[in-house]
């Protein structure tokens, strides 16, 4: 019976590992998705990474410092979903929205 509880609690744990690496592994999944996407459809106006030297527009919020700023998750998305002028639409889907708050979160760290 000890034996058992133990197999047992020695199982669990090791699923909880794989899952968090599974939690781990879909995350950097997000990021470079939302990385790719930055680069596509935000770096002609935003400096999206530390690697950008520009062009970029002036007094746009480069991601470095969206990440780093109080904003949360739900401000971005709801700026993604429906930005002001002088920001135009980006199509952008769920997803992809998800992605990119993902990669802008990252520079929060
Ligand atoms: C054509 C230029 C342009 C493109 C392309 C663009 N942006 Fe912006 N973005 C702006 C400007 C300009 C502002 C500043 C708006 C302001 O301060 O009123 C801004 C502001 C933002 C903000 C800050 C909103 C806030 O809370 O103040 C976020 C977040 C943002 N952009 C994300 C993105 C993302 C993600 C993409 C790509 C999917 C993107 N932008 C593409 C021009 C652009």
């Not at 997000?30 to 596509?40: K, M, N, P, T």
């Not at 002028?85 to 199509?91: G, L, R, T, Y």
């Not at 952008?92 to 520079?107: D, G, N, P, Q, T």
Request: hydrophobic share 40%; glycine share 6%; proline share 6%.
């Amino acid at each position: 019976m000890r034996k058992f509880t133990s197999v047992s609690i020695a199982m669990l744990v090791g699923a909880m590992l794989l899952q968090g690496n599974a939690a781990v592994a879909q995350g950097a999944r997000e990021r470079i998705a939302g990385e790719r996407l930055s680069r596509d459809l935000c770096s002609q106006c935003h400096i999206v990474s530390e690697t950008q030297r520009g062009p970029a527009l002036d007094g746009v919020p480069s991601f470095l410092d969206l990440g780093r700023s109080k904003r949360t998750d739900a401000q971005l998305r709801a700026w993604l979903t429906d930005p002001h002028p002088p920001m135009p639409k980006v199509p952008l889907s769920e997803r992809e929205i998800f992605s990119v708050i993902a990669y802008i979160r990252s520079f929060s760290d």
